[in-house]
């Protein structure tokens, strides 16, 4: 029995690393671009020379964001659509959170190009365009966790975290500056920043950093199989799942050993499925591993139940259907039921996501009598 470990694309690694890029390479511009109306420039740092540096990472930011839709647009797993490159909130997946990063990316490039042709636009025309430019970085951000894959990595969160910082202090430093000049302006502005910091604050720790919010950003049911409908009722069986058929959306962890001296490896996925069933799978394979990512299973065991009691059922990896493992499984009280379980395994960070078909078994093979002549 062989398994094909279907991990992300490089085209998957390269839309999260060039979006991350973004985010970086937009707050660098932001805050160098907020720093310059305080005053930052002097004798060691001329103002052409911080002009040219704001102006080189616009242009910087402008290139990976192209990279990043490229790639997105490429990559098969996600049906963006080119359109949703342009027009914001015309994609089936995700729309809200992949239309703001479009919205970003619109004015960005307006940006960009009004400042190549600013000597034809005129001073207020031009400025009017560039104060759009702030207003990129927090539709940046919003996007980076409303519709990447990395919100709950730690990685990403240092690096949305230092993003947050860097324009709050550059932020702090422009209000200080004109505390003396306008001191009912300041109080306003700064109330009306730390309202929208904990508006976001809550609505990341409630969202994009709990387990499920693939499904509640938008993400399109093809991908997670056929959910059931809002107003189905599913009939509980024995120990809390729903009884077959059932679909649901599948979230865990993968964890593979070293080569034994045989050179078998264990891999062990510990899932866990919400929309649609309430539970935990786990399955146990051994085998070798060969080239392309396929493991020549030679033994598995596998189990299943509420969280409460997880191994209720137990079993075994039946057969390995197209792109899904099918375990069969039975309860101590004799009932029986099989899982088609269809996950993507992101080799980097070992996140298992995907979705799982709850599945009444075929009925047991009986003897038939045979004919008379």
């Not at 309430?278 to 990512?293: A, E, K, P």
């Amino acid at each position: 029995m062989r398994v094909q470990l279907i991990g992300p694309s490089s085209l998957w690694y390269l839309t999260r690393g060039t979006g991350v890029v973004a985010l970086a390479l937009v707050t660098a511009t932001v805050v160098l671009g907020v720093l310059a109306t305080v005053g930052w420039e002097s004798q060691r740092r001329p103002r052409f020379l911080t002009q040219g540096l704001h102006r080189n990472l616009a242009l910087l930011v402008v290139v990976f964001g192209l990279l990043h839709i490229v790639t997105t647009e490429l990559d098969p797993f996600a049906p963006v659509g080119w359109a949703a490159a342009v027009v914001p909130f015309g994609s089936p997946y995700r729309p809200v959170w992949l239309g703001l990063g479009t919205l970003a990316a619109d004015i960005l490039v307006a940006v960009v190009l009004t400042s190549l042709i600013r000597v034809h636009l005129g001073y207020r025309s031009w400025r009017a365009v560039h104060w759009l430019a702030y207003a990129a970085w927090p539709l940046t951000l919003v996007h980076s966790l409303g519709t990447g894959s990395d919100a709950r990595v730690g990685l990403f969160q240092l690096v949305a975290l230092l993003s947050l910082a860097a324009v709050a202090v550059a932020v702090a430093l422009r209000l200080a500056v004109e505390w003396r000049r306008r001191p009912g302006l300041v109080l306003g502005a700064g109330a009306l920043a730390a309202a929208l910091l904990l508006a976001g604050a809550v609505w990341a720790g409630g969202g994009p950093l709990q387990p499920g919010w693939a499904a509640r950003a938008g993400t399109p049911s093809t991908l997670f199989a056929t959910l059931p409908s809002p107003g189905g009722t599913a009939t509980a069986a024995p120990g809390g799942l729903p009884a077959p058929p059932f679909r649901a959306v599948v979230t865990g962890r993968s964890l593979m050993s070293a080569p034994s001296a045989q050179g078998l490896v264990a891999l062990r996925l510990d899932l866990v499925l919400s929309h649609g069933a309430t539970g935990v799978v786990t399955i146990l394979m051994d085998g070798r591993l060969g080239s392309g990512g396929v493991l020549s299973v030679v033994a598995s065991q596998a189990s299943a139940g509420p969280t409460a009691q997880p191994t209720l059922y137990r079993g075994h990896l039946l057969s390995t259907p197209t792109g899904g493992l099918l375990v069969s499984l039975a309860s101590s009280r004799g009932a029986r039921l099989e899982l088609l379980v269809r996950v993507r395994i992101d080799q980097g960070s070992a996140a298992v996501r995907g979705t799982a078909q709850g599945m009444v078994p075929p009925p047991a093979s009986t003897a038939q009598p045979s004919g008379g002549g």
